[in-house]
Each structure stands twice: as structure tokens, then as C-alpha cells.
């Protein structure tokens, strides 16, 4: 029986490699996730264990609640006078001091050099303790005072050597100095995009405006001090605000930073292999029930034979299990090459990742195949039912159908009842409140899960009013489609082609270019005259139905409308994969449409200045020396930043935000207690928080209010105004203090954002002296108010665009669960068709019957996609309420056209198979 | 083998109603038949007469409305699906008019399939008489899509034989063959019946498939109308021609 299963499958390879495609692409963003995460969780492991490869133990500053990690937040820097009493310990051996900070390297052309977003990165260095030093000399010298060591990848890229000047910046303005050496980090190759600039330790200082305070202090112990005795020794000299740890902690603590975005990463990507998988589970499922209705009569036969139901059933899953299993293996390959596809996808996308060589761990291998080949199994279980039931009279009778199962009746009922569940479910996770995150996670996507196969079961019912409707959509589309795309592959157009780019003489090129040129229009002509004739007479000539595919053909149209209504069950499981993909897609594009639209109406309700000035990836924070540099503009009014920092307030980690006295100017907010006059007089221990942080804390004007800083500093306040955030948010966390204050507690105070108010607007002049300003800080730029809002959305559509890549794998399922039902489905209907080709249908004829049976097929699917799409969004943004619910109309409108493309690409083979048959033989077929 | 004169199969007053109430068609009423053991029996009549459904229900693929089927002295009519399945496997041989192999097998593998479903070795002996007899020395390995129609009835009567079955049954095995081709058919069934003593039953509308038969039952409107012994084709046209004038 093991034989007879493979077999099978053997027999009927074609059919095979159609059905297993969904679980191939779908392993294959598996492995190639786990091998794509693996590979930047190794690269990051070695950088930041060469780090600390020859340090026994590593001082760090310590802040008095862990940071957020975003908005550019390091641990407190702390004073060098710890260096030399480290050093002066018996255990230690030798110890070295760094800084370190966000440091630019500015290009020949004056902007800085920046790799996909990566960061930029710079660390003083200590010639005198080479082993303990971050970087590895490759060529040059250490830098001495103003001079600068920059990467071999960055010096490579940008043509540096030893010897040139290059502009660096940190926190002043850009310095040009001499390439003193080349560097590497530890023995790495490559840092994904970063860049390096080392100092020598005054100059870094200075540069990072870091006077006398170090960042870290890395420790070799005496030889023959154990690791504890050495933590134990420096622990007794250590100020209350650094902290201790040996070489390894420390290297995975820094890793551990990483790897929050690793995993993210993985799971991100994991739910999208998971996703085309689901897909393909449907069309595995599909293909297998149709291919098992067509070996009616081989089942029955092996019952006549005296094969009971069990080993029917057995066969059935043995091949299931067979080409599941050989499908993951092929995933599982194809997802190496796919690691290396998204590493440039994402590169595309902006975010250069880390790669030291991919890494092929036996994790990837055994749960790649382990849940490839259990989803196929799961998705054959119940075509293996149905063949179970094939009654071994089926034998012996002509056309012979299989029995409907005992419950076939309640179908409908319990799709119905499995899509309210799966809503019911989806409602529980989105609004019952203290599920906590995994529980709310679980609950999303199992009401996911049911609502797309509870639908996917009960679109049966909705098979024969949805492809009614979308008959006249299908025609015309692919009218619409064929009039634009045909005549590129027609005779004219071939002449002018030729003409144009051909080989040949001169003079034949130049006659097929003319005669090209006059048949075109002339052809173009004829069509028109006879589409018009059509309309205007009823005129119903004999041949144009074998001319150009512009012509209406209800005949051929009509019978494949039928036809995709003849089994309801069969094309709603068909379209079920398309209305996955499309669903998703949908919810994506609402989602992002969403985001963006309350985002844009926050800032024109808050930005009434008239430029912003933001780094030019538009997110980092940038130093306040930018803001100051800027202000001494000509034609400035005003200015404002907004400066961003961690505090702890409550017990409770906020984002505390600090504002510039005149920021009344250029911001305007909705005050509920307070005025925009709050702005200037918040003075040194003033603050505003939003209006729900302050009810929540039952804060009223004048309520005392304690943050804590990093450095454990307690800033006392007073509640000096309350606004209203709008849906989109505001610039401003949770409290609001004044810059001046800010810049007390905070060392190194940066700005989100600043705000400039000029004399006259937005004009060119304003605008060429801001960016004249900013020509010494090359990471800073300012942009009009719609500039802003566009380079904000601008991150969002990326991020879309590379959701759209990864559900595109999807769609390409479901085209593949088209591709093989349709070609299943001329199979089984060969007879018939040998008898319409017999009785006159032409091949033409028949290809557009096919082909419109694929295109109504894609439309259904797009149909429901759309509107589950837009129904999980509804739910989402009820929910989530900074998201609005908008319904992306024109993106829902290419949704619907690339269904149509989707459906006629489909049915291109299929197609050509069914005209390809010869009559008398398509007869004769038993 | 057999409950009384030999017969190894016994149906007792079936008859088989399709459909229910105004639609109701009776395809059998109240038919008796016994198969003798070792002889061909060959069931004809006209289209609708209600011949196949008689062999479907002798054979247990179709369950009579009433009445009973004895195979080997066990009323099938009765058996569950597993029972019925296990008695296939022990009793029951099919030919058929379309062949039925299974195309991805080769001729040997189909040949061997109901000994492979029943999980047993197949007798070395017996499979090499088999093959010899059906003259497919050969030909074992190739598929039925490169055997001639005459060559894949030869695997499918062989196949049927190889379990050595109570009883054989032959729906239309020449329907779907040349006239050469279905008299080689037929001296093959003949000579399975007289050399190894196989019982079979024949479904056929051919008189000359029906003249190699040890008796011939005639069925018309659901009812056995006539019954004669090893007659000539002559004389099987005859008894049709006086069927169908009544």
C-alpha cells in the first residue's frame, strides 16, 4: 500500500508539485526566517562578545530604572577619577577608560555617511592597552589629539585612506580632521551598516561633550585573580551610580538589546511564513479533495479488491505525508536562498541587517519539516474522509459521485456558527480588559483562524450571488485588460519593435517601422468601427470571435460563468486562499491608511510653526547645540525644541518630554487647564501633563508631582496645565517640564524635534538660510510642515510596502490553488470539452471560457478578502483608538484589479490545456 | 464448499426499489438464483431488465431492498461494512467492462493488488501458472497504459483469479473489446471455469460471450424469465428474439 501511495503521486507529478507549492514557499519563509534571525543573533553575539574579549570585567554607569532603549538613552556617564583608583586595585592587571557616543562621519559631499540605517557609531581608544581596546589597528596609526580612526568597511565604501581629512560630528558642530589609521571592529568582518570613528580619550571627551566622565571601564585582571575575586575587589572602590559585571554578562547584556529586535524580528516574520502556510493548507486541502473526487473509481476498484476504509484512508495520508514531507525539504533549502533575498529586501527597505554567514542550526531543520508536513497532513485529513466513503459500486457505475457525508447538511449552520465563534473570540481578545499579552495574542489569532475557515467553509452559499455580480466585472476587466495589453503583442507593435531596436539593414527596419506605424492607427480603426457596428446594429459577424480579444463574447463568458457555479463548494475553497491574502492586504492597507490619516490631522492641529527641523532619518534625536546654532539665523522669530528623556514617575517609567519657554509660538495645543501661555511659565519646576495622565493620577493645578531621572535625581514639580492629545498624538510624553530644567538633570539633552517660526513663512529664502545654518550639522535638516508629515508617513509605507512582500508569498499560493484547480478541473472536464470543440467551440473560445472562470474564481476571493479585510479592521481601530478606521478606497480598487490580473495569469495554462485538446480524443477519454 | 446442490451463491427473493414513493422504479422483484459451484453462469437481457443490479447485489456492492444473498453460506445482505470487506477479500473476484487497473501499477503490481490489500504472499506457483495462462510472461512490467485492451482484460481476469475467490464475477468483459479480441476473453474465462474450477458470473448482452456459459439466466423487467443450459448462440438469440416480441 506504501508503494501504491507514492506511486500515485508519481503518476501524477504535475498535479503533485501544484498542490505541494503552498507548503514549499511557506516552509521556505520558515527556514529562511529561522536562518535569516540566526544569522544577525550570531552576528551580534560576535560583535558584542569581541567587545569584551579581553576584559575579565566591565564598569558601566548605572541609571535608577532600566531605560526604554529608544530616543537615543544611555546609562549615566560617570566620572574618570574612578579610572586610576580601579587601577591602583592589587587584582587588576590593567584597566582602560572609553566614552562613547552617536558619531557622524560627513562624506565628500558634505552629507553624512550613513548605511540603511544602521547606526554611526564612535569610541575613544586606548593605544596604551591595544588588548583591551574595542578596535583592531589595520593600517595607520592610533589617532593622537584631533585626529580620527575610521572602519575598514566605511573607509573601503567612501574611497578614505590614512592621511585624508574627513568631517566628523557629535555633539558640536561638524570638525574636520586627519585620517589617522583604519580600523576594525574586534575580528569582525562586517557590522551590517555601521560606521566607526575612534578618538583618542580627550578629543572623544570634548566631541561628545563628555569632560572628564567616562562611559566604561574595561578590566584585565592580574593573572591568577579568579573572576569573583576581581568583581569582589572593584565592587568595594565602586561610586553608587556604575555598576560591575564580568566580561560575558556584560557582552549579553549589550546582545540582549539586540536581540528584543531579533525576536520581534523572527516572530514578525514567522507569522507571515505561518500565513502562507494556512494559505497553502487550503489549497493542499482543496486540490486533494478534487483530485480524490476524480479517482472515484480507482478507490472503488481498491474496495472491490477488498480494501477496506482504513486503508483507503491510510493511502490517502500516506501520500499526503509523502509529498508534505518532500515539500518541506524543498521549503526547507529554497528558505536559504530566500534569507539572502530578505536580507536584500530589507536593505531595499532601508534597514541594513548584520551578517557574518548564514547559519543553518538543526532547529531550523527539524521544525521546518516537522510543521510542513504536519499542516499537510492536517489539511488532508478530510478530503481522506471523503474517500473513505467512495462505496465500491462506484466501481462499476458511470460518472459515479461521491456520497455526501452524514452532516453535509449542517454545513452551512456550522460554518455560520464557527465564524460567530471566531468573532466572539476576536471581540474577548480586543476588549476584555487584564488578558495579559500572550492571552490576548492566543485569542486573536485562533478568531482568525476560525473566521477564515468559517467563512471559507460558508462562501459556498455566497458562490452563486457573488459570481453573478462579478460576471459583467470579469468581462469587461478582461476586455478592459486584453485592449491594453494585447495589441503589445500584436503584429504592429512586433513591425515597430523591430523597427526600432531590431537587427537587420537599415532599410528593412525603417519598412517594418513605417508599416508598423500605419497598421497600427488603421487596426485600431477597424476595432472601433466594429465594436461600433456591434453596439449600434446587433451585428454578430462569425470570425471576429477568433479576432482580437476586444470584442465581447458572451457565449464563451456566459458558459464559464456557469461553470464556476456548478460547484459551489469547489470554487469557494478555491477562492478561500485568494480571500486570505486579500484580507490581510486589506487590513494592512486600513490599518496603515489609519495611522497615517489622525496623524497628519495631530499635526496640523499642534505644528502652526513654519519649518521643523528633524535628523535626516526624521526619527533620531539631535543635540540642542543644532536648535542654539539655528536661532542666531537670520529671519528666525522663533524656536522650540522638544527635548525627550526617561524619567520615573508614580513607580512608573514615563516618557518625560521638555519644552523651550516659547514653544506658544510655533505649537499649539488643546488646553484643558492652562493656556498656550503654560509654555513660558512653567519655569524651573513647572509641568504639564495630558489631560488623561492627570486624571489618572488625580492631578489638579498646583498638585505636587515627583520624576525621578536616570541618575536618581528627584525633580519636584507642581502641575502647572493639562492638554488634550490629539488621536494621532503630540509631540509631548506623558509630563512636560521646561528645557531649562531638563537640561539641569539630564546630561547630553537632546531634541526630538525643534520648531521655527521665520519672518515671511515658507519661502526659498527662509529655507536656504535655515539649511545655510545647518550646513555644520549635516544630520540635521528642516522641512516645511508637509514635508513632515510625509517624511513621517513616509516610515509607515515603508514598513507597509515590505508587509505587502511578505503577503505577496501568499497571493502567489493562492494563484498556484487556482492554477491546479483549474487544471484538475479540465481534466475531470475533458470530455465535455472535446465535445463543445466537436460541436464548434473554438479554441479561442475556450481558452476565454477557462479564463473567465479563473478571473470570477479571483473575484469572489477579492470580494470576501475585502470585506473580511475591512471588517478585522473595524474591530482593530474601535480598539485601538490613535488608529482611525479609513477605508482605503484606492487601494481596495488596485486590490480588485490585481485580483483580476491574479485570476487571468491563473488561468493562462490551464487554459491553453483545455484548447491544446484534440477533440476525437478528449471523446474517447475514459 | 456450498449450502445445498452445490451452490455457492443463494439469493432468495430480492427485489431492489430505487427512489421512494411516485419516483419509485423496481429494478429487481423477488428474484431467486443459486450459483453452482465451478460453473459459469451468465446473466443476460435487455437494457433496463435489471441485470446489473442483480450481479451488483449477488456480489454485495448493492443491498437488495429485500430478501437475502448467501456467499459461502454467509448472508451478506447483513454485513457491516468491515465484514463485507474481509468477505471480499476471501470470496469475491471482479472483471470489469472497463478494466479498472490502476494506472500507475505496473501489470504485475495489479495483478498482485488484491493479495497486497489483504496483506498476503502470493503462492509462486499459482502466480507463475497464472501468468503463463493469460500469456503475460512478458509484459509484467509494463503499465496499463502500454497494454492493448484485450492485454489489460488478461491482467484484470488474472488478478482476479489470484486470490483464488469463491466466486468470480464478469460485468460486460467483452463490452469494451473487439470481437477477436473478446472471443480470446472469453476462452480464457472458459478455461479458467474447466481447468481450475472457478466459479464466475457473467453480466453480458453478447449471445456469443453468453454461448460459452454452463447456463444462461434471462432477466427482464426486474424478474428471471428464462433459464436455459449451455446453449449455441443460435439458439441464446432465439430465446432473446422471443423475449422481446413478448
Known amino acids: 500500500m506504501i508503494a501504491f501511495a507514492l506511486r500515485g503521486l508519481l503518476a501524477r507529478k504535475l498535479r503533485t508539485v501544484l498542490t505541494a507549492l503552498g507548503v514549499v514557499l511557506g516552509v521556505a519563509l520558515m527556514s529562511g526566517t529561522f536562518v535569516l534571525t540566526d544569522s544577525i543573533d550570531d552576528a551580534f553575539h560576535s560583535i558584542f562578545s569581541q567587545t569584551y574579549r579581553n576584559a575579565d570585567a566591565a564598569i558601566t554607569g548605572k541609571s535608577a530604572f532600566s531605560l526604554s532603549g529608544g530616543n ?92 585624508q581629512t574627513i568631517g566628523v560630528q557629535a555633539r558640536g558642530p561638524v570638525e574636520r580632521m586627519r585620517i589617522a589609521g583604519i580600523v576594525k571592529f574586534g575580528s569582525v568582518s562586517s557590522l551590517g551598516g555601521a560606521t566607526l570613528a575612534g578618538f583618542d580619550l580627550g578629543t572623544a571627551q570634548r566631541l561628545f561633550d563628555k569632560p572628564g566622565k567616562l562611559d566604561q571601564i574595561l578590566i584585565a585582571g592580574k593573572p591568577g585573580v579568579s573572576t569573583s575575586q576581581l568583581l569582589a575587589g572593584v565592587s568595594k572602590v565602586l561610586p553608587p551610580n556604575t555598576q560591575v559585571r564580568t566580561g560575558s554578562e556584560q557582552a549579553s547584556k549589550d546582545a540582549s538589546d539586540a536581540s528584543g529586535f531579533i525576536s520581534f524580528l523572527r516572530t514578525l516574520l514567522l507569522a507571515f511564513g505561518g500565513i502562507a502556510l494556512f494559505v497553502g493548507s487550503f489549497v493542499i486541502a482543496n486540490s486533494l479533495s478534487i483530485t480524490i473526487a476524480q479517482r472515484t473509481r480507482e478507490f472503488a476498484t481498491l474496495r472491490t479488491l477488498g480494501a477496506s476504509r482504513r486503508q483507503v484512508l491510510r493511502s490517502v495520508i500516506l501520500e499526503a505525508l509523502a509529498m508534505g514531507f518532500t ?600 | 464448499m456450498g449450502s445445498q446442490n452445490g451452490a455457492v451463491v443463494v439469493a432468495r427473493d430480492i427485489s431492489r426499489i430505487y427512489g421512494e414513493g411516485d419516483t419509485a422504479v423496481a429494478a429487481l422483484r423477488g428474484v431467486d438464483v443459486e450459483i453452482p459451484l465451478g460453473r459459469l453462469t451468465a446473466v443476460m437481457g435487455p437494457s433496463g431488465s435489471g441485470k446489473s443490479t442483480l450481479m451488483h447485489i449477488l456480489a454485495g456492492l448493492d443491498k437488495p431492498t429485500s430478501g437475502s444473498v448467501r456467499i459461502d453460506g454467509t448472508d451478506i445482505t447483513t454485513l457491516d461494512d468491515t465484514a463485507l470487506t474481509k468477505l471480499r477479500r476471501k470470496h469475491i473476484g471482479f472483471i470489469f467492462q472497463f478494466f479498472n487497473l490502476l494506472p500507475m501499477l505496473s501489470a504485475r503490481e495489479n495483478l498482485l493488488l488484491p493479495l497486497t490489500i489483504a496483506g498476503e504472499k502470493p503462492d509462486r506457483g499459482w502466480f507463475d501458472e497464472l501468468v503463463r495462462r493469460v500469456g503475460l510472461s512478458d509484459r509484467l512490467r509494463h503499465r496499463p497504459a502500454e497494454l492493448s485492451g484485450g492485454q489489460q482484460q488478461r491482467v484484470a481476469i488474472a488478478r482476479a483469479l489470484v486470490s483464488r475467490p469463491t466466486v468470480v464475477f464478469a460485468d460486460e468483459p467483452t463490452g469494451n473489446l473487439d470481437s477477436t479480441t473478446g472471443a480470446e476473453i472469453l476462452e480464457l474465462m472458459r478455461a479458467s471455469v474447466e481447468d481450475y474450477g472457478q466459479t464466475m458470473v457473467m453480466v453480458t448482452h453478447d449471445a456469443e460471450a453468453a454461448a460459452m456459459a454452463d447456463r444462461v439466466l434471462f432477466l427482464a423487467d426486474g424478474r428471471i424469465v428464462q433459464e436455459l443450459p449451455r446453449s449455441s448462440r443460435h439458439e441464446i438469440l432465439a430465446a432473446i428474439e422471443t423475449l422481446t416480441v413478448r
Open chain 1, 72 to 163: 537615543g538613552s544611555t546609562p549615566p556617564s560617570f566620572d574618570q577619577s574612578l579610572l586610576p583608583t580601579v587601577r591602583g586595585l592589587p587584582e587588576v592587571g590593567a584597566a582602560s577608560g572609553f566614552v562613547t557616543s552617536d558619531t557622524h562621519l560627513i562624506g565628500s559631499n558634505g552629507k553624512a555617511i550613513s548605511f540603511g540605517g544602521a547606526p554611526n557609531l564612535g569610541f575613544s581608544v586606548d593605544p596604551a592597552q591595544p588588548d583591551l581596546s574595542v578596535l583592531t589597528l589595520v593600517s595607520g596609526a592610533w589617532p593622537h589629539q584631533d585626529e580620527v580612526v575610521v572602519d575598514r568597511t566605511t573607509a573601503q565604501r567612501k574611497h578614505l585612506s590614512v592621511g
Open chain 1, 327 to 926: 515539500a518541506s525539504v524543498v521549503g526547507l533549502f529554497l528558505g536559504l536562498g530566500l534569507a539572502v533575498g530578505l536580507f536584500k529586501i530589507f536593505d531595499a527597505a532601508g534597514l541594513t541587517l548584520p551578517n557574518s554567514g548564514l547559519v543553518f542550526r538543526t532547529r531550523t531543520v527539524v521544525v521546518a519539516l516537522v510543521v510542513g508536513t504536519l499542516i499537510t497532513l492536517l489539511a488532508s485529513l478530510r478530503p481522506a474522509m471523503r474517500a473513505t466513503r467512495v462505496p465500491p459500486i462506484a466501481a462499476v457505475r458511470e460518472g459515479a459521485k461521491l456520497p455526501q457525508g452524514r452532516y453535509a447538511r449542517f454545513r452551512p449552520l456550522g460554518a455560520a456558527l464557527l465564524t460567530a465563534l471566531g468573532f466572539a473570540f476576536l471581540l474577548l481578545g480586543l476588549f476584555v480588559h487584564g488578558l495579559g499579552t500572550a492571552g490576548v495574542l492566543t485569542l486573536l489569532l485562533v478568531g482568525a483562524l476560525l473566521v477564515f475557515i468559517g467563512i471559507a467553509t460558508f462562501s459556498a452559499q455566497l458562490v452563486r450571488p457573488i459570481a453573478a455580480a462579478a460576471n459583467p466585472v470579469a468581462r469587461w476587466a478582461v476586455i478592459a485588460f486584453s485592449a491594453v495589453v494585447w495589441p503589445l503583442f500584436s503584429l504592429p507593435f512586433w513591425l515597430l519593435r523591430y523597427g526600432a531596436w531590431g537587427p537587420g539593414t537599415t532599410g528593412r527596419r525603417a519598412g517594418a517601422f513605417v508599416g508598423g506605424a500605419v497598421l497600427n492607427p488603421l487596426l485600431l480603426l477597424l476595432v472601433l468601427a466594429m465594436m461600433l457596428r456591434r453596439t449600434v446594429s446587433g451585428w454578430r459577424p462569425e470570425w471576429p470571435a477568433d479576432f482580437p480579444g476586444v470584442l465581447t463574447e458572451p457565449s464563451a463568458t456566459r458558459i464559464g460563468s456557469e461553470n464556476s457555479q456548478r460547484d459551489p463548494q469547489r470554487t469557494a475553497a478555491t477562492a478561500a486562499a485568494l480571500m486570505i491574502g486579500l484580507a490581510l492586504v486589506t487590513l494592512m492597507a486600513a490599518l496603515a491608511a489609519g495611522i497615517i490619516r489622525p496623524f497628519e490631522q495631530a499635526v496640523d492641529a499642534i505644528f502652526v510653526a513654519d519649518y521643523a527641523i528633524t535628523a535626516q532619518n526624521n526619527f533620531d534625536p539631535i543635540p540642542t547645540t543644532v536648535t542654539a546654532a539655528v536661532a542666531k539665523t537670520p529671519g528666525v522669530e522663533s524656536i522650540a525644541g522638544v527635548r525627550v528623556g526617561d524619567g520615573r514617575a508614580f513607580g512608573k517609567h514615563i516618557e518625560l518630554t521638555a519644552v523651550d519657554p516659547q514653544a506658544g509660538d510655533v505649537l499649539r495645543l488643546d488646553w484643558r487647564q492652562g493656556s498656550q501661555a503654560t509654555f513660558g511659565s512653567l519655569g524651573a519646576d513647572g509641568a504639564f501633563t495630558t489631560d488623561s495622565y492627570a486624571k489618572q493620577h488625580h492631578l489638579a493645578i498646583g498638585s505636587p508631582l515627583t520624576v525621578e531621572t536616570p541618575t536618581a535625581a528627584l525633580l519636584n514639580l507642581h502641575l502647572a496645565g493639562t492638554f488634550h492629545p490629539p488621536a494621532g498624538g503630540s509631540p509631548f510624553g506623558a509630563v512636560t517640564i521646561s528645557s531649562a530644567t531638563f537640561d539641569r538633570h539630564y546630561e547630553q539633552p537632546k531634541n526630538l524635534y525643534t520648531f521655527v517660526q521665520m519672518h515671511g513663512g515658507v519661502n526659498d529664502a527662509n529655507t536656504a538660510a535655515l539649511n545655510a545654518a545647518l550646513t555644520s550639522f549635516p544630520n540635521a535638516k528642516a522641512v516645511t510642515r508637509d514635508e513632515f508629515k510625509n517624511n513621517q508617513s513616509a516610515a509607515i509605507k515603508n514598513i507597509l510596502n515590505v508587509l505587502y512582500v511578505l503577503l505577496a508569498l501568499s497571493v502567489v499560493v493562492s494563484i498556484f490553488g487556482i492554477v491546479n484547480a483549474l487544471v484538475l478541473t479540465v481534466f475531470e472536464r475533458t470530455r465535455e470539452l472535446g465535445m463543445m470543440r466537436a460541436i464548434g467551440m473554438t479554441r479561442r473560445q475556450t481558452r476565454r471560457m477557462i479564463r473567465h472562470e479563473s478571473v470570477i474564481t479571483a473575484l469572489i476571493g477579492a470580494v470576501l478578502g475585502i470585506v473580511v479585510g475591512l471588517l478585522l479592521a473595524g474591530l482593530l481601530t474601535t480598539r485601538l483608538d490613535f488608529i482611525a478606521f479609513v477605508v482605503p478606497v484606492s487601494q481596495l480598487v488596485l486590490f480588485v484589479l490585481v485580483a483580476v490580473v491574479v485570476g487571468i495569469f491563473a488561468a493562462v495554462f490551464p487554459a491553453r490545456r483545455a484548447a491544446r485538446l484534440d477533440p476525437l480524443a478528449a471523446l474517447h477519454y475514459e
